[in-house]
């Protein structure tokens, strides 16, 4: 007969299981219960700090593959994208956007989760997520077709798809997902390549963008070259395979220059030295007296007296020397050469300056088109001051914004720093003054919550100058996510223990 002590063992062997369900479920009660902490959203649709911590606590514990915990987790994660995008509907503005780069280490599990969590918290319903920069493309190392390497190369991760991963997390979460790319700057890699080395833009003075900016990993391509834009439609392909609900084209431009090469005010200074931009260049001629002054125009920067004459008596059967965009009075006779210097100068720099805009405008355009056939928006963002005239000189950038399509949304980058928002309510204002009336406008705002940075003000103060100066904008992005949780940033780039 067993004795009283193993009595007492076989009395509470069944209850021993039912025991440590009930002791695991009541330590979880504080997220598992029926009833979840409510988001407390505030004036800026951002949860409360308290719901915050529980769906954190949630997904922490749902990676543990906790059942019950998983499914409370995704209840919330849908509780919270309806209460945000209540919120942003009832508040201005109706569209709050984050900039964001991940990096290899996000492929860590529940990290991904971890950022997209965080970025609803802050009351952001839309993510532009970096998917080309500095020469590399966030694509499957097995399966990038392009000629730019991929962000992740870690071994035993070729296949990894991190920019889908992206999409789809934010996705579930509510938050619309921009792709966001890098445009005419190639990235330095791009520049290595033998076979591509027409495509890379140069300026009269034989440099390309490596000479001219402090980025090494810069560099710019001729918008015009046939292989550079067959490179890039092929990357643009790949990236809307992985579905974004959105494009972004950022660096449509030339590179900015340094000291008083930050102004262009010669032929030399404009990136129209490769073949295939001046092949397009000498296309606009309309005649053989404009074609041979185009061309000498190039060449030395200038055209003299002695030019035009030497024009005129090569082609006599021809009136004045014409190209497009130049309208001349066919009944006013033609006056002597030097006094037709001037003008054909300063109309041959117009030329040229306008050739290279179009460039830009032209690459832009074709990138956008695949997403647009789909019925994606797209968008270009840019310097508010990146297409101003200064004296008889262009901002070395020649950006030229005012014209992009206003099919397209416009994201003026208001970066301006004057230790307050005044500046940067007055870049919008110029961007607003400039659009065509129906132009989607979303300001790209710098800094974070609650503090000033760099001299700017805290958010906060950016956005109530913004709606009180253009109460008129649905949209705000807010540059990065990387100023918002700098430490977090840091952990994810080298790998550090984030759970």
């Not at 005012?402 to 928002?421: I, K, L, V």
Request: charged share 20%.
């Amino acid at each position: 007969m067993p004795n009283s002590s193993e009595n007492v063992v076989k009395f509470f062997q069944p209850w021993r299981r039912l025991f440590a369900v009930c002791f695991s479920s009541a330590l979880l009660m504080p997220y598992l219960g029926s009833q979840p902490v409510q988001a407390q959203i505030n004036e800026f649709c951002q949860v409360s700090v308290s719901a915050a911590q529980e769906k954190e606590t949630l997904r922490k514990s749902a990676q543990k593959d906790n059942p019950e915990a998983e499914s409370r987790y995704q209840q919330l994660l849908r509780q919270h994208a309806q209460d945000l995008q209540e919120c942003r509907d009832r508040n201005w503005p109706q569209v709050q956007a984050i900039w964001l780069r991940l990096y290899p280490c996000d492929l860590q599990p529940g990290a991904i989760e971890h950022i997209m969590d965080r970025i609803v918290n802050r009351g952001y319903n839309q993510v532009y997520l970096e998917a080309f920069y500095d020469g590399r493309v966030l694509l499957p190392q097995a399966k990038n077709p392009t000629v730019w390497k991929s962000v992740i190369r870690t071994p035993g991760a070729e296949n990894a798809d991190l920019l889908a991963l992206g999409i789809k997390k934010g996705q579930q979460r509510g938050l619309k997902v921009y792709a966001w790319m890098f445009t005419t700057n190639f990235g330095y890699t791009y520049a290595l390549r033998q076979d591509r080395e027409r495509a890379i833009a140069r300026n009269g003075k034989g440099q390309t963008s490596l000479y001219v900016v402090d980025n090494a990993s810069q560099v710019f391509i001729d918008p015009y070259n046939n292989q550079a834009k067959r490179d890039y439609y092929l990357m643009v392909q790949e990236i809307l395979r992985r579905r974004p609900d959105g494009m972004l084209f950022d660096y449509v431009r030339y590179p900015r220059q340094a000291g008083t090469d930050s102004i262009a005010t010669k032929v030399t200074d404009l990136w129209l030295y490769t073949e295939a931009t001046q092949a397009a260049l000498f296309k606009r001629a309309q005649n053989n007296k404009g074609l041979d002054l185009i061309r000498r125009f190039l060449a030395k920067g200038y055209i003299t007296a002695g030019d035009i004459n030497q024009v005129d008596q090569l082609y006599p059967q021809e009136a004045e020397p014409l190209w497009q965009g130049r309208t001349i009075n066919a009944a006013k006779s033609i006056l002597p050469a030097h006094q037709r210097q001037p003008q054909l100068q300063w109309d041959l720099w117009q030329l040229a300056v306008a050739h290279a805009m179009q460039g830009i405008l032209d690459f832009v355009n074709l990138a956008a088109y695949p997403a647009q056939q789909m019925g994606l928006p797209t968008g270009a963002v840019f310097f508010p001051e990146g297409n101003q005239m200064v004296g008889k000189g262009y901002d070395s950038r020649l950006q030229p914004w005012d014209r992009f399509s206003n099919t397209m949304e416009w994201h003026p980058m208001a970066y301006a720093n004057c230790e307050n928002a005044d500046c940067i309510a007055q870049q919008v204002e110029r961007v607003i003054s400039m659009a065509k009336p129906g132009t989607k406008i979303i300001p790209a705002l710098a800094g974070t919550w609650g503090k000033s940075m760099s001299n700017r003000p805290s958010l906060e103060l950016q956005m109530q100058a913004l709606r009180q100066h253009a109460p008129q904008l649905k949209g705000v992005s807010h540059f990065a996510y990387s100023w918002q949780f700098p430490e977090h940033d840091g952990d994810r780039k080298f790998c550090r223990s984030q759970n």
